[in-house]
């Protein structure tokens, strides 16, 4: 079974056939989709998304589908793009990703082999789904779910730039590509200014002359830049802002200022713990609960408004990871083993302490088992290499792409899925590396300064200094600004406010919904109810901020309870 779950399609937007074994219906957004689905006698190919026309044609999708049919490993790495592809014949599935997992897709295999963009539509048709305490154990520690684990055991995610073959009921994954890091260091930023126009004009030419186009801004510099690359395109852009991350109104003056810098209209969009609550159930069950509530920002306005505004909309996903965030050059230095990379990994990105995640779950799990199991995974030996694997084949997929909230009624573009880009990001020189959390990636820097088009002289959201100046003023700007919001009487000991720990707190509406998932989770075998109260009343007395892993807590048990949903509609059925 073939599922692309985007909502609002009416039945002339859909296609359904059957091939061999296999169901396939596909629900599409827009007549542009309907082209990339090829129905044969004895099979079809789906494309989801975009394979962009840099140097060579793609193929067309009869001759694509006989070419990975014949030898996909050789095919696929050729491809370039962001996508998902499905081939189906009389007695083969196969389902590729692109090499960051773009396009998510989910499988299980338990009774038949189901597929599909979700795994909240997967669930139903298992008879006794099991909850992967891994996957609980990794949500509440790092926000989101590492690899290819989800919620439940039963299904897994395709990872990035892999594919899975199924023939006489026998289901293989296979990593069709790993990265070759370009070590040539000379005029780095100019050789990935130069291919970051490359691809966003490869990727505008994927794009309907009548579609309407836009993009998210913030005040910070990777919006910046791909504003300003799609400005040397066209000028008849839309951009959105909203009041977040960080907060307190800091986004919104910069974004505005770049915005009129180049041309481009920009609309700020609402972002309020009303809006939060009423599309909360909504959200996870678009991300399949593998991504934490808290940081589904703007979500009303995403999956339910965006498409009376645009057609295509234009993301920045990982540009900061690939451009010198996150691993540090003291990480690659001391990366002398797996077990180095790993603890970076797990110290970089965990967002509750582990003593409190084993407090709160009645399990046995070594939340890093997951990372040691990809790190044994990777095809490299150099721990440096294994790290950046890592972040490649699980924090980029997960964090940016599986969190998406995809939205009803419009397409995405997502510039940074290239190989060329990818392979450059991986030979990235030390110098350009951000050194620790108080430094901004000098790559960042250097690539709005190179692009000389005004906006090197717009504040940056963080520091509240314009890119132009030398990396110590930032710096010393950063130093400053969270000295002052660690004194400032909104902190909680040594844990700064979020502004999610603040809406739980004041926000009745948003904490009845919170509440009454919470209580729910209490029910289960997998919390312990004890702690689960205890940090709910701590934090609402301002004894800590724990919203953290209450949101985690709430995101996996409406989660669960779309699959207990679910389930009893099949059965009633």
């Not at 095919?75 to 370039?80: D, E, P, R």
Request: proline residues 5%.
């Amino acid at each position: 079974v073939v599922s692309s779950v985007i909502k609002n399609c009416g039945e002339n937007q859909a296609k359904r056939t059957s091939i061999g074994p296999y169901y396939i219906g596909v629900k599409c957004t827009n007549r542009s989709d309907l082209k990339n689905i090829s129905i044969f006698d004895d099979s079809v190919i789906i494309l989801i998304g975009n394979l962009r026309k840099i140097g060579n044609e793609p193929p067309e999708l009869e001759k694509l589908k006989e070419d990975i049919l014949s030898t996909p490993d050789t095919v696929l790495k050729q491809l370039n793009g962001s996508f998902s592809i499905v081939v189906a014949t009389e007695n083969r599935l196969l389902v590729a990703s692109d090499i960051m997992g773009s396009r998510p897709l989910y499988y299980s295999t338990v009774e038949d082999v189901i597929l599909s963009t979700s795994p909240t539509t997967i669930a139903p048709f298992i008879s006794d789904p099991n909850i992967d305490e891994q996957g609980v154990t990794e949500l509440l520690t790092y926000d989101v779910i590492q690899g290819q684990r989800t919620l439940l055991t039963e299904i897994s995610a395709i990872p990035a730039a892999s594919y899975i073959s199924a023939t006489d009921g026998t289901v293989d994954v296979e990593r069709y590509y790993a990265w070759e890091a370009d070590t040539g260091q000379k005029e780095y930023g100019e050789k990935i200014l130069d291919r970051y126009r490359s691809v966003v004009k490869a990727d505008m030419a994927t794009v309907d002359s009548q579609s309407r186009v836009g993009m998210y801004l913030s005040g910070g510099l990777d919006s910046r830049l791909l504003a300003g690359v799609l400005s040397e395109r066209t000028t008849d852009i839309r951009t959105f802002t909203y009041d977040a991350n960080p907060g307190g109104g800091e986004n919104l003056e910069p974004a505005k200022k770049v915005a009129d810098s180049l041309g481009l209209q920009n609309n700020e969009t609402p972002f309020t713990p009303g809006e939060f609550a009423k599309a909360l159930e909504e959200g996870v069950k678009e991300t399949g609960g593998r991504f934490s509530c808290r940081h589904m920002h703007n979500l009303q306005f995403r999956s339910q408004e965006i498409g009376k505004y645009v057609d295509v909309i234009f993301r920045t996903d990982g540009q900061g990871n690939l451009f010198g965030e996150d691993i540090t050059p003291e990480a690659l230095q001391n990366a002398r083993s797996t077990g180095d990379a790993v603890k970076f990994y797990h110290q970089r990105e965990k967002s509750t302490p582990v003593e409190v995640v084993d407090e709160v779950l009645n399990t046995d799990v070594d939340v890093t088992h997951g990372l040691y199991r990809m790190a044994d995974q990777s095809p490299y030996t150099n721990p440096k290499n294994i790290l950046k694997d890592l972040y490649y084949q699980s924090y980029l997929p997960n964090s940016h792409y599986r969190s998406n909230i995809a939205g009803s009624e419009i397409s995405y573009r997502f510039p940074l899925v290239d190989k060329r880009l990818l392979e450059l990001s991986a030979g990235m020189p030390s110098s350009e590396r951000e050194r620790n959390k108080f430094f901004i990636s000098p790559l960042k820097l250097d690539l709005i300064r190179r692009f000389d088009s005004g906006l090197e002289s717009i504040p940056y959201e963080r520091t509240h200094t314009p890119p132009k100046y030398p990396m110590p003023v930032h710096a010393a700007r950063m130093v400053i600004d969270r000295l002052s919001k660690f004194l400032s009487p909104k902190s909680v000991s040594q844990n700064q406010t979020t502004l999610y720990d603040t809406w739980y707190r004041e926000n009745e509406k948003l904490r009845t919904v919170v509440d009454s998932y919470l209580e729910d989770a209490k029910q289960r075998d997998v919390f312990d109810q004890t702690t689960i109260e205890r940090l709910r009343r701590n934090h609402l007395v301002r004894n800590g901020n724990h919203f953290s892993v209450l949101a985690a807590i709430t995101t996996a048990e409406i989660f669960l309870q779309h699959v207990d949903k679910g389930r009893n509609s099949i059965v009633n059925r």
